[in-house]
C-alpha cells in the first residue's frame, strides 16, 4: 500500500512510519490453527518486517506519513518470514515508494556439515540450526540476521555464506519479474 | 510515565565520547560491567546484577499433561516481565515491543538451543509430564536487560531442584524435600547472550551498553553462545546494516566473554552449594548487607586523571572572558527597583493606539520589585508604559486588568485593560484596585 497520511502521536517528524502487520491464514499450515494473529510468534515476525523495511526504505523522503505493511501466509512451508520480505519488497517496488535496493531473504541451515539454502517445513522442523538473513544484494549489507538452535562458530561463515549466495539467486528473479512487470505496465499504458 | 528524554547535548557528548573510544563509566569497548549472582533461599530463584541493571529469576515446576503433538517431552515456560520497577518509562500490562522483543530473544536463546534436556521432564508418556516455568523479572533498567535476563535465567535453571518422583506401573509418587532429596534438572550446556550495540552506521562498536548508550545506539545485535562456541542464537535488531565480517568479529569476542562469564556463574553456583551443605546462612538477606543504609552501591572504577589539569586550563585560556554585568539596581520609588532596562517592544501597535517610548520590561530576567514580579505572571508581554496624561485606549481584548502606577515614570508591566480612566489615580486607589485584583483570584 502506498504512502498513507495520518497517524497522530506517534508520527516522526522527519521520517515516514513503517508499520507492519504479519498474520497466517487458518488453513496455512498442516494443522487448522486458531489464531491467525496476536501471539507473540506473530508479534515478533512483524517487527522484524518493521526492521528490514525501516532500513530499506528511504524514509526521509516522506515526513509525518505512514507506510503500512500487511503481509498474510496462505500456505506455510517453510521459510515464512523470508517468503514475507521477498513480497513485500515487490510490493513496495509496484507502489512506487524509492527503496536504497531489493531486500532479498532467505533461510539457511546445515545438515551434517552441508549447509542448505532455503529450508522448507520439514527440513526446519527437523531441528538443526536455521539462519535468517535479509540482504541488500548490491551492497552485502545484511538488514537482518537471525539464527536459532545450535550452530558452531566455525561453520557460520558457511552458513552465512550460502545464504547470501541464495539471496543474490533471488535478486535476480526478482529483478527480472519486476522488469517484466514494467514492461507490461508501459505496453498497456502506452496505448 | 513517560520516561525522561535523552536531551541532544547529552546525545551528542555520548556520541563523541565514543568516536575516541572512551565510554562514561571508564571502560573499554569490549569490557562487561560487574557480574554479581546472588541466591535465595529456595531452590531456583536467583538475582543477577550486572553493574546496575537487576533481573530477578524464578523457577518452579509442577505436573501436567504434556502437549499433544509431544507426548514425551516436559513444557518449558518463559515470561520475562518488565514493570515500572525498572524504570519510569514501562507501563504495566502494556505489551511493548521491546517486550515482545526480549521475550522472543529468551525463548530462542532457552528453548530451541535446547539447553534444558526435556526427555527427562517426561513422567509418564502421554499424560504426565513437567511442566518448568521460568519467570524474569527486571528490577532495575540501567542497560542490556538481555545479557542479565539470559545469564539469569540459566543460573536459576542451572540452580532449581525440582521434588523427585518414582513411578510405579501406573501410579505415580511425588516426593515431598523431606522425604527424598529434590533433584536437579538436566542442563546440556548454559547459553550466555552478548549485546553489541552500534554507532554510527556500524563503525564504532560497544560490548554491554549502558542505558544512555542504549539511547543513541543505531542498531543492536545479541550473540547467545555457550562456552563449547556454539552459537545459540543471534539476533540483530534496530534497522543497521552489518556486513558479514562484522558479525563474524563479534562471534569471535563473544566466545571469548562467554567463556569468562561462565566461568564466573559456575563458581557462584558451587559456592552456594557448599554453604548450603556446610549449613550456614544462605538466601537474600545474606547478600545484601545491612550495616549500609542502601543496597545498591557502585565499585570503584579507576578514572585517569592525569590530563585533566592540562585540559581543564586550555580550556579556560580560551574561553571568552565573562560579558559585562549590569550592577547597579535602578530605584524608582522606594519600595520598587529594577535591574537593567529592557528593549522597546517590537510588536509594533498591537492594541494601543499610542506608541510609549518608555522602556519595556519584556525579556527581563526578574526585577527585584513586588510589583513587578505580581504583574509579570502569565503569558505574553504585550507591554506597554503610560505615559502620565494619557488616557490609554483600551482594546477589546479580554486581557486582565491594568493597573497604572501614577503619575512617576514607573515603567510597568501592564495589560491592556478595559475601562479607560486611568490618569492619576492615586496610590490608594491602586492598592484597592490591586487589592482587588488580588481578591479576584
Same mark, same amino acid.
Given at each position: 500500500?502506498?504512502?498513507?497520511?495520518?497517524?497522530r502521536?506517534?508520527?516522526?517528524?522527519?521520517?515516514a512510519?513503517?508499520?507492519?502487520?504479519?498474520?497466517?491464514?487458518?488453513? +496455512?499450515? %498442516?494443522?487448522?490453527?486458531?489464531? @491467525?494473529?496476536? &501471539?507473540?510468534?506473530?508479534? *515478533?515476525? =512483524?517487527?522484524?518486517?518493521? !526492521?528490514?523495511?525501516?532500513?530499506?526504505?528511504?524514509?526521509?523522503?516522506?515526513?509525518?506519513?505512514?507506510?503500512?505493511?500487511?503481509?498474510?501466509?496462505?500456505?506455510?512451508?517453510?521459510?515464512?518470514?523470508?517468503?514475507?520480505?521477498?513480497?513485500?519488497?515487490?510490493?513496495?517496488?509496484?507502489?512506487g515508494?524509492?527503496?536504497?535496493?531489493?531486500?532479498?531473504?532467505? +533461510?539457511? %541451515?546445515?545438515?551434517?556439515?552441508? @549447509?542448505?539454502? &532455503?529450508?522448507?517445513?520439514p *527440513?526446519? =522442523?527437523a531441528?538443526g540450526? !536455521?539462519?535468517?538473513?535479509?540482504?541488500?544484494?548490491?551492497?552485502?549489507?545484511?538488514?537482518?540476521?537471525?539464527?536459532?538452535?545450535?550452530?558452531?562458530?566455525?561453520?557460520?561463515?558457511?552458513?552465512?555464506?550460502?545464504?547470501?549466495?541464495?539471496?543474490?539467486?533471488?535478486?535476480?528473479?526478482?529483478?527480472?519479474?519486476?522488469?517484466?512487470?514494467?514492461?507490461?505496465?508501459?505496453?498497456?499504458?502506452?496505448? | 510515565?513517560?520516561?525522561?528524554?535523552?536531551?541532544?547535548?547529552?546525545?551528542?557528548?555520548?556520541?563523541?565520547?565514543?568516536?575516541?573510544?572512551?565510554?562514561?563509566?571508564?571502560?573499554?569497548c569490549?569490557?562487561?560491567?560487574?557480574?554479581?549472582?546472588?541466591?535465595?533461599?529456595?531452590?531456583?530463584?536467583c538475582?543477577?546484577?550486572?553493574?546496575?541493571?537487576?533481573?530477578?529469576?524464578?523457577?518452579?515446576?509442577?505436573?501436567?499433561?504434556?502437549?499433544?503433538?509431544?507426548?514425551?517431552?516436559?513444557?518449558?515456560?518463559?515470561?520475562?516481565?518488565?514493570?515500572?520497577?525498572?524504570a519510569?518509562?514501562?507501563?504495566?500490562?502494556?505489551q511493548?515491543?521491546l517486550?515482545?522483543?526480549?521475550?522472543?530473544?529468551?525463548?530462542r536463546c532457552?528453548?530451541?538451543s535446547?539447553?534444558?534436556?526435556?526427555?527427562?521432564?517426561?513422567?509418564?508418556?502421554?499424560?504426565?509430564?513437567?511442566?518448568?516455568?521460568?519467570?524474569?523479572?527486571?528490577?532495575?533498567?540501567?542497560?542490556?536487560?538481555?545479557?542479565?535476563a539470559?545469564?539469569?535465567?540459566?543460573?536459576?535453571?542451572?540452580?532449581?531442584?525440582?521434588?523427585?518422583?518414582?513411578?510405579q506401573?501406573?501410579?505415580?509418587?511425588?516426593?515431598?524435600?523431606?522425604?527424598?532429596?529434590?533433584?536437579?534438572?538436566?542442563?546440556h550446556?548454559?547459553p550466555?547472550?552478548?549485546?553489541?550495540?552500534?554507532?554510527?552506521?556500524g563503525?564504532?562498536?560497544?560490548?554491554?551498553?549502558?542505558?544512555?548508550?542504549?539511547?543513541?545506539?543505531?542498531?543492536?545485535?545479541?550473540?547467545?553462545m555457550?562456552?563449547?562456541?556454539?552459537?545459540?542464537?543471534?539476533?540483530?535488531?534496530g534497522?543497521?546494516m552489518?556486513v558479514?565480517?562484522?558479525?563474524l568479529?563479534?562471534?569471535?569476542?563473544?566466545?571469548?566473554k562467554?567463556?569468562?562469564?561462565?566461568?564466573?556463574?559456575?563458581?557462584?553456583?558451587?559456592?552456594?552449594?557448599?554453604?548450603?551443605?556446610?549449613?550456614?546462612?544462605?538466601?537474600?538477606?545474606e547478600?545484601?548487607?545491612?550495616?549500609?543504609?542502601?543496597?545498591?552501591?557502585?565499585?570503584?572504577?579507576?578514572?585517569?586523571?592525569?590530563?585533566?589539569?592540562?585540559?581543564?586550563?586550555?580550556?579556560?585560556?580560551?574561553?571568552?572572558?565573562?560579558?559585562?554585568?549590569?550592577?547597579?539596581?535602578?530605584?524608582?520609588?522606594?519600595?520598587?527597583a529594577?535591574?537593567?532596562?529592557?528593549?522597546?517592544?517590537?510588536?509594533?501597535?498591537?492594541?494601543e493606539?499610542?506608541?510609549?517610548?518608555?522602556?519595556?520590561?519584556?525579556?527581563?530576567?526578574?526585577?527585584?520589585?513586588?510589583?513587578?514580579?505580581k504583574?509579570?505572571?502569565?503569558?505574553?508581554?504585550?507591554?506597554?508604559?503610560?505615559?502620565?496624561?494619557?488616557?490609554?485606549?483600551?482594546?477589546?481584548?479580554?486581557?486582565?486588568?491594568?493597573?497604572?502606577?501614577?503619575?512617576?515614570?514607573?515603567?510597568?508591566?501592564?495589560?491592556?485593560?478595559?475601562?479607560?480612566?486611568?490618569?492619576?489615580?492615586?496610590?490608594?486607589?491602586?492598592?484597592?484596585?490591586?487589592?482587588?485584583?488580588?481578591?479576584?483570584?
Open positions: 500500500p502506498p504512502q498513507i497520511r495520518g497517524s502521536s506517534k508520527a516522526l517528524p522527519d521520517r512510519l513503517v508499520n507492519c502487520q504479519y498474520s497466517m491464514a487458518t488453513f +496455512s499450515t %498442516g494443522e487448522r490453527r486458531r489464531r @491467525p494473529h496476536g &501471539d507473540r510468534q506473530a508479534g *515478533e515476525l =512483524a517487527l522484524h518486517l518493521k !526492521q528490514t523495511f525501516e532500513a530499506a526504505i528511504l524514509t526521509e523522503l516522506y515526513p509525518r506519513s505512514q507506510i503500512d505493511i500487511y503481509v498474510q501466509i496462505l500456505q506455510a512451508d517453510g521459510g515464512n518470514y523470508c517468503a514475507c520480505v521477498n513480497a513485500a519488497t515487490l510490493a513496495v517496488m509496484d507502489a515508494i524509492p527503496m536504497r535496493d531489493y531486500v532479498c531473504a532467505s +533461510s539457511a %541451515g546445515l545438515a551434517e556439515d552441508t @549447509p542448505l539454502a &532455503d529450508l522448507s517445513s *527440513e526446519e =522442523a531441528g540450526p !536455521q539462519l535468517v538473513l535479509a540482504l541488500l544484494p548490491a551492497s552485502g549489507q545484511i538488514a537482518l540476521l537471525q539464527l536459532s538452535a545450535r550452530l558452531h562458530q566455525e561453520r557460520l561463515e558457511a552458513v552465512l555464506d550460502a545464504a547470501g549466495e541464495a539471496c543474490r539467486a533471488l535478486h535476480a528473479v526478482l529483478d527480472g519479474v519486476v522488469r517484466e512487470r514494467l514492461r507490461e505496465v508501459t505496453v498497456l499504458l502506452g496505448d | 510515565m513517560k520516561a525522561t528524554p535523552l536531551s541532544n547535548c547529552e546525545r551528542r557528548f555520548l556520541l563523541r565520547a565514543i568516536e575516541e573510544r572512551k565510554r562514561l563509566d571508564g571502560r573499554q569490549y569490557d562487561y560491567r560487574n557480574v554479581r549472582i546472588s541466591f535465595g533461599a529456595d531452590y531456583g530463584c538475582i543477577v546484577e550486572l553493574g546496575k541493571t537487576r533481573v530477578l529469576a524464578q523457577v518452579s515446576c509442577e505436573l501436567v499433561p504434556p502437549k499433544p503433538n509431544r507426548p514425551t517431552e516436559g513444557i518449558l515456560f518463559f515470561n520475562l516481565e518488565l514493570s515500572p520497577m525498572a519510569p518509562g514501562f507501563e504495566p500490562g502494556r511493548s515491543e517486550l515482545v522483543k526480549l521475550n522472543r530473544l529468551i525463548e532457552l528453548r530451541n535446547k539447553c534444558v534436556d526435556t526427555e527427562s521432564l517426561c513422567i509418564i508418556a502421554g499424560e504426565k509430564v513437567w511442566q518448568i516455568r521460568l519467570d524474569l523479572h527486571l528490577l532495575n533498567h540501567d542497560g542490556n536487560i538481555i545479557d542479565a539470559s545469564i539469569a535465567g540459566i543460573v536459576a535453571l542451572c540452580h532449581f531442584r525440582r521434588p523427585d518422583v518414582s513411578v506401573g501406573e501410579e505415580v509418587t511425588v516426593y515431598t524435600p523431606e522425604e527424598r532429596d529434590p533433584v536437579p534438572l538436566s542442563i550446556h548454559m550466555v547472550c552478548v549485546s553489541f550495540a552500534f554507532f554510527q552506521q563503525t564504532y562498536l560497544l560490548v554491554d551498553p549502558s542505558e544512555c548508550e542504549e539511547r543513541v545506539m543505531d542498531g543492536l545485535l545479541v550473540i547467545a555457550n562456552k563449547h562456541r556454539e552459537i545459540c542464537t543471534i539476533q540483530s535488531s534497522g543497521i552489518l558479514k565480517d562484522q558479525v568479529r563479534c562471534s569471535k569476542i563473544t566466545a571469548v562467554v567463556a569468562e562469564i561462565t566461568e564466573l556463574i559456575q563458581k557462584a553456583l558451587e559456592n552456594d552449594q557448599k554453604v548450603r551443605k556446610e549449613g550456614g546462612k544462605f538466601g537474600f538477606a547478600s545484601i548487607p545491612n550495616q549500609k543504609i542502601t543496597a545498591f552501591k557502585i565499585e570503584r572504577a579507576a578514572i585517569d586523571t592525569n590530563n585533566v589539569e592540562e585540559q581543564a586550563e586550555e580550556i579556560i585560556a580560551k574561553a571568552d572572558p565573562p560579558s559585562e554585568v549590569f550592577a547597579k539596581p535602578i530605584l524608582h520609588t522606594p519600595g520598587t529594577q535591574i537593567g532596562e529592557g528593549i522597546e517592544n517590537s510588536w509594533g501597535d498591537l492594541e493606539s499610542e506608541r510609549e517610548e518608555a522602556a519595556e520590561e519584556e525579556g527581563e530576567i526578574e526585577a527585584a520589585a513586588f510589583e513587578c514580579q504583574m509579570e505572571t502569565e503569558d505574553t508581554s504585550t507591554m506597554s508604559e503610560t505615559k502620565k496624561d494619557e488616557p490609554i485606549v483600551l482594546s477589546d481584548s479580554e486581557e486582565e486588568e491594568v493597573i497604572i502606577l501614577e503619575p512617576q515614570e514607573v515603567p510597568k508591566k501592564t495589560r491592556t485593560q478595559t475601562n479607560s480612566k486611568q490618569e492619576n489615580t492615586s496610590k490608594k486607589a491602586f492598592n484597592k484596585r490591586r487589592k482587588k485584583k488580588r481578591a479576584a483570584y
